[in-house]
Each structure stands twice: as C-alpha cells, then as structure tokens.
DNA sequence: ACCGATATCCTGTTTACATCA
DNA sequence: TGTGATGTAAACAGGATATCG
C-alpha cells in the first residue's frame, strides 16, 4: 500500500496514477500521478502529497454540498496569512464526513470486499480518492473483525459460565448422593452384623444338638454369601459336599484370615486405614457387591464358575464397581 | 516453469483530530 | 480558557498472496 505514491511499487490503491484527482481545490482535474510523483522516500517529510489530496470539490467544480472536507480549519480565525500558510502547507487527515460515513457503510454491508469497479464508482459518488475509499474498507475490516472476536469470546465466555454451573451443580448432586450411600451402607452393614451374629448363635445351639459325623471343611474359601451360611448347615447333612475335605471343620464364615470373611466381620477393618475414596472403592467394589448387593451380583472364583453366559444384571455390575468416587 | 509487475489483503503502527476532565 | 490524557479514525508500512503477461 501507499507504495504507488512512494515509488515502492504499487500497492493499496493502485492505479492512481490513471486516477484524475476530481475535486483538486484550483480547479482542473489533473493525472494524480502529477501529485505523487515518486519520491525517493515514501518517509520523506516533504512528501505529503496523498494527505493533500484529501480535499475535494465536485466534479462540476462546485464545493461539496455536505460539507467541507475540511472542517478543523476556520478561515474565520485565521488572517489571510495563516490562510496563505495553511494551503501552501500539505493537507492534515481529516475525517470523512457522516454522509460520506453512511454511504461507505451501506455500501460494506453489500460486500465488505472491494473490487476495483466498485472502488471507483464509490470514489466517484463520495467524491473521495480511490486510496481513500480502499483504506477505509481496509481498517472498516480490521474493526469489524475486532467486533466479531469481542462477540466470539462473549459467546464462549457465556457458554463456558453455563458449563460451568451446570458441572458444580452436577458435583454437588454427586456428593449427596455419594453421603446418601454412605448412610445407607452403614445402615445395611449393621442390619447384616445383627443377622449373622443371631444366625451364628442359633447355628451354635444346632451343632450342640446335632453332633457332627462328619467335620465341614471348607475348600473354597469363599464361604461369605449369605446362602453360604444355610448351605454350610446343609452340607453339614450331605456327606458328598466338596466341604469335606480333610476331615477337619473350617467354619468358613469365621476364618479371620479368610479375606472375604473378614469383609464379613469385620468391614470396619477394611475402612478404617484408608483414604475416604479408598475406603468407598472398598465399598463399592468389594464390600458392597459381595456382601451387600444381592446375590447375583456376588461372584464366585473365576476357576469355579463358568462365565459364559454372564448375569443379565452384568451392566448394574459393571456400573457399580466402576462408580467414580 | 519461472519471473517481474501490479494489485489486494491483513496486521500492526503512526498520525491527526475530537472530546473530556 | 488553556492543556494534557485518551479514544478513534485515517493513513501508512511491510509481508503474504494472487493474477497476468
């Protein structure tokens, strides 16, 4: 740009040197190019050329109807001398006027690209150079994608607000539903204890009647379910139970080194040493499904069950012991 | 295909003006 | 009323790219 007019080649508004200056206060219409001869410095203080050029009559030589071009000078205020001085000097940046506002805008809600033709019919009706026409187009883009980027990060400042109320609402949910399963584990695990401990009392008066021919041993190891404990007075009766296996009773449901056993009587064991996410993974993962879920989602060894046609509830499974606490 | 001239766009900067405290 | 600070628009500078002969 502004290289036609400092001899750098051509840029910006190209052209001008077939351009007729239209409105050169003085008269005439004369080549541009008579004003913006190349300069061996486009930065050369002396060269102020297209700034003058900014002053314009009509093309019928007339003053320009709206107003004058250049408005910060008063004649009024100066003497004929300041006013001798001011048009020998090079012509200050003055801003369009509203008309000439308007028209341009009009004419960028058409097409905020500027073709040639266009460029020289709006310099034509505005009575503006070609130059000016472009330069203006050229910083309307620069303010009207400086508005669109304001607009762009506006939206997505909103949209991340909303996000972000929606997710601290969603971990608020989280956490009282998280203190709501707590609670109800707590309940669950004391209803348990009480169970067991009034099913093991009346197993005890049971083997007191009962003497045993044969001692229960448990094989598994894996004697926590609650259908265990009925399974294991059953076994009691049923001398082809796997139980029996060296003759010696284990009472698989108070094994302390039984891992599982342990979740059964001792869960506070379990929790106690760990972080509250870890002590709720226990929960969730071990706990929960082997001693508190119902049976089908408490899963024998691998080695013992075939896993071929999974439960239907596999799904519930998977859910609850991949809960993200 | 390559090159130079020309034109336009974009981005950043400078300059001049208008407004306000 | 004069003046400095500040915001804004006009103009400029330079790089990138496209088109054309």
């Given at each position: 740009?502004a290289?036609?007019?400092?001899?750098?080649?051509?840029?910006?508004?190209g052209?001008?040197?077939?351009?007729?200056?239209?409105?050169?206060?003085?008269?005439?219409?004369?080549?541009l190019?008579?004003?913006f001869?190349?300069s061996?410095?486009?930065?050369?203080?002396s060269?102020?050329?297209?700034?003058?050029?900014?002053?314009?009559?009509d093309?019928?030589?007339?003053?320009t109807?709206?107003?004058p071009?250049?408005?910060?000078?008063?004649?009024?205020e100066?003497?004929d001398?300041d006013?001798d001085?001011?048009?020998?000097?090079?012509?200050k940046?003055r801003r369009?006027?509203?008309d000439?506002?308007q028209?341009?805008?009009?004419?960028f809600?058409?097409e905020?690209?500027l073709?040639?033709?266009?460029k020289?019919?709006?310099?034509?009706?505005?009575?503006l150079q070609?130059?000016?026409?472009?330069?203006?187009?050229?910083?309307?883009?620069?303010?009207?994608?400086?508005?669109?980027?304001?607009?762009?990060?506006?939206?997505?400042q909103?949209s991340?607000?909303?996000?972000?109320?929606?997710y601290?609402?969603?971990?608020?949910?989280?956490?009282?539903?998280?203190t709501?399963?707590?609670?109800?584990?707590?309940?669950?695990?004391?209803k348990?204890?009480?169970?067991?401990?009034?099913?093991?009392?009346?197993?005890?008066?049971?083997?007191r009647e009962?003497?045993?021919?044969k001692?229960?041993?448990?094989?598994?190891?894996?004697?926590?379910?609650?259908?265990d404990?009925?399974?294991a007075r059953?076994?009691?009766?049923?001398?082809?139970?796997?139980?029996?296996?060296?003759?010696?009773?284990?009472s698989?449901?108070?094994?302390a080194?039984?891992?599982?056993?342990?979740y059964?009587?001792?869960p506070?064991?379990?929790?106690?040493?760990l972080?509250?996410?870890?002590?709720d993974?226990?929960?969730?993962?071990?706990?929960?499904?082997?001693n508190?879920?119902?049976?089908?989602?408490?899963?024998p060894?691998?080695?013992d069950?075939?896993?071929?046609?999974?439960?239907?509830s596999f799904e519930?499974q998977?859910?609850?012991?991949?809960?993200?606490?």
């Open positions: 740009m290289a036609c007019a400092s001899g750098g080649g051509g840029r910006d508004g052209g001008l040197g077939t351009i007729l200056l239209q409105n050169h206060r003085g008269g005439a219409s004369q080549p190019g008579s004003f001869l190349p061996s410095s486009s930065s050369s203080p060269f102020l050329g297209q700034r003058s050029i900014v002053r314009f009559d093309t019928n030589g007339s003053t109807t709206s107003r071009f250049f408005t910060a000078f008063d004649a009024d100066n003497g001398d006013l001085e001011y048009f020998r000097q090079p012509e940046k369009l006027s509203v000439q506002v028209f341009l805008e009009k004419s809600e058409v905020n690209k073709e040639p033709e266009r020289i019919q709006l310099a034509k009706d505005l009575g070609p130059r000016q026409v472009a330069i203006w187009f050229q910083n309307r883009r620069a303010r009207w994608k400086t508005k669109r980027l304001e607009k762009d990060y506006d939206a997505l909103s991340f607000d909303a996000l972000k109320a929606d601290d609402g969603l971990l608020k949910e989280k956490d009282k539903l998280k709501e399963i707590n609670l109800l584990t707590d309940k669950l695990q004391k348990e204890r009480a169970t067991r401990t009034l099913d093991l009392s009346h197993n005890d008066a049971m083997s009962i003497p045993l021919e001692p229960i041993v448990d094989s598994s190891g894996a004697g926590c379910k609650q259908e404990i009925s399974s059953s076994d009691i009766f049923d001398a082809d139970s796997p139980h029996y296996t060296d003759g010696v009773v284990h698989s449901l108070l094994e080194g039984d891992s599982i056993s342990s059964v009587f001792e506070d064991n379990q929790s106690s040493d972080s509250q996410d870890e002590a993974n226990h929960n969730n993962n071990n706990f929960c499904c082997r508190l879920l119902p049976d089908q989602y408490v899963f060894k691998l080695e069950e075939d896993y071929s046609d999974p439960p239907a519930d998977a859910f609850w012991s991949s809960w993200p606490y």
